[in-house]
């Protein structure tokens, strides 16, 4: 069983539409990244979260500790969200991160 | 300092070639690390360095595979002779102690 799961594995959605992507993790943390990868392999840093909630712009990222779950939410969607999102976690006590395997976003217009 | 930058972007090689990436990260950043992500997949962890150190290897990091980070700067991974199975995209990360990762675009290699 991988250390981060994530779901669902890939998503189609209509543009406007609210979108929720789903982290579930086994180990104990001390952050959780929310990243993006589009088409060409480039990463970007959306979120770095150990406690509550983070909002930019039209992405929301929540995490419970207790539960070890992470949500994205994506709200309005549009067809440039249509990416890789994936999930990744500081093990704590260990100095690296940890990946899901992504989720793959398709905003149709 | 414009973030994470990774040479080449894209790489052709055949098998049994040597190939050598470069990885220049945020020159705060005391930490580099190297991933590696196959299709349909998340990266996986190759190796870490903190300044010249390299802290940990993974065991994905087999005997063909070497990196360094000689002034605790710029880091390379050299692949010898290559095979099919190293075709991927090679991801390199900084950060500050553990703190704020950068990534870098990556080095998409294709062994034919």
């Known amino acids: 069983k991988n250390e981060v799961e994530q779901s669902p594995q890939n998503l189609t959605a209509q543009e406007g539409e609210f979108i929720t992507i789903n982290c579930s993790y086994s180990?104990?943390?001390?952050?959780l990244h929310w990243l993006q990868q589009h088409p060409g392999g480039g990463i970007v840093s959306l979120f770095m979260?150990?406690?509550g909630k983070k909002k930019h712009g039209r992405l929301i990222a929540t995490i419970n500790i207790q539960e070890k779950h992470s949500s994205l939410h994506i709200t309005a969607s549009h067809p440039r969200d249509s990416a890789v999102y994936i999930c990744?976690?500081?093990?704590?006590?260990?100095?690296?991160?940890?990946f899901g395997k992504g989720t793959r976003l398709h905003i149709l217009p | 300092d414009t973030g994470v930058s990774q040479d080449p972007r894209h790489k052709i090689t055949k098998r049994g070639q040597n190939v050598t990436f470069r990885c220049d990260p945020i020159?705060?950043?005391?930490?580099l690390y190297w991933y590696r992500q196959t299709l349909g997949q998340g990266p996986e962890f190759l190796t870490y360095?903190?300044?010249?150190?390299?802290?940990?290897k993974s065991r994905l990091l087999s005997d063909r595979f070497s990196a360094e980070r000689p002034k605790g700067s710029f880091s390379t991974l050299e692949i010898q002779r290559t095979e099919q199975g190293d075709s991927a995209m090679y991801l390199c990360?900084?950060?500050?102690?553990?703190?704020?990762?950068?990534f870098g675009s990556g080095t998409r290699l294709t062994v034919v």
């Open positions: 990360a900084s950060s500050q102690q553990g703190y704020g990762y950068t």
């Open positions: 180990v104990g943390i001390s952050a």
């Open positions: 979260l150990s406690s």
């Open positions: 990744a976690v500081d093990i704590r006590g260990d100095d690296k991160i940890i």
């Open positions: 020159s705060e950043h005391n930490r």
């Open positions: 360095f903190q300044n010249e150190a390299q802290l940990e």
